[in-house]
Nanobody, 126 residues
């Protein structure tokens, strides 16, 4: 299993950014892909999740209404679209995967994920 996150960069408050996570070794039919973020000194925070094992993606309250996650099955890639970014969104963003279904309440919890990509830094700054 491999995951490759990309798309980070510097953006002004109110701006948008689209990240990508290309993966191999599984499909979204039998695995969950989650996005997490981390700032120094804080725990890794679950941001969103997508899988064909569930009817809908899931979003953390902190990003609901601003972030949207989509998938391209033909490319084995998921895309978090981040809009209306604010300073608190600055973090290193990671994509992660777990084979098999999780209970819904655990889908934004980092310890439940087995495979991790390298992070991509998102900086929101004026």
């Amino acid at each position: 299993v491999q995951l490759q996150a990309s798309g980070g960069g510097v953006v002004q408050p109110g701006g948008s950014l689209r990240l990508s996570c290309a993966f191999s070794g599984f499909t979204l039919d039998n695995a969950v892909v989650g996005w997490f973020r981390q700032v120094p000194g804080k725990e890794r925070e679950g941001v969103s999740m997508i899988s064909r094992l569930y009817g809908n993606p899931r979003y953390a309250n902190s990003v609901k209404g601003r972030f949207t996650i989509s998938r391209d099955n033909s490319k084995n890639t998921v895309y978090p679209q981040m809009n209306n970014l604010n300073l608190e969104d600055t973090a290193v963003y990671y994509c992660a995967a777990r084979k098999g279904r999780l209970v819904w309440s655990a889908t934004l919890t980092a310890p439940h994920y087995d495979y991790w990509g390298q992070g991509t830094l998102v900086t929101v700054s004026s």
